[in-house]
């Protein structure tokens, strides 16, 4: 059972930035992709980042230039550095492992 857990929300103010981890209890860490989705109230389950095991990376539109998205296989570990925060940014952000596992999720609230 893969478990995962995220860390590094919180609240920020509009322009400002946050750094999100996620450490994975999984063997296979290295060998699989590693996504950050997010949702907002009311609203779908989005993909924000994705990473693949050769560290080819995917962005949604709305976070290009503005998110990153990286990992460190030694320790198990994704992270997504996040800056120019915006307040439609503010939602849970959930880490996702292979496609078929998620972490609870942390808050991350973006204030005007």
């Known amino acids: 059972q893969v478990q995962l857990v995220e860390s590094g929300g919180g609240l920020v103010q509009a322009g400002g930035s946050l750094r999100l981890s996620c450490t994975a209890s999984v063997i296979t860490f290295t060998y699989n992709t590693i996504g950050w989705y997010r949702q907002a109230p009311g609203k779908q389950r989005e993909m924000v980042a994705r990473i693949m095991s050769g560290g080819t990376t995917n962005y949604a539109d709305s976070v290009k230039g503005r998110f990153t998205i990286a990992r460190d296989n030694a320790k198990k570990t994704a992270y997504l550095q996040m800056n120019s925060l915006k307040p439609e940014d503010t939602a849970v952000y959930y880490c996702?492992?292979?496609?078929?596992?998620w972490g609870q999720g942390t808050q991350v609230t973006v204030s005007s």
């Open positions: 996702n492992f292979r496609g078929d596992s």
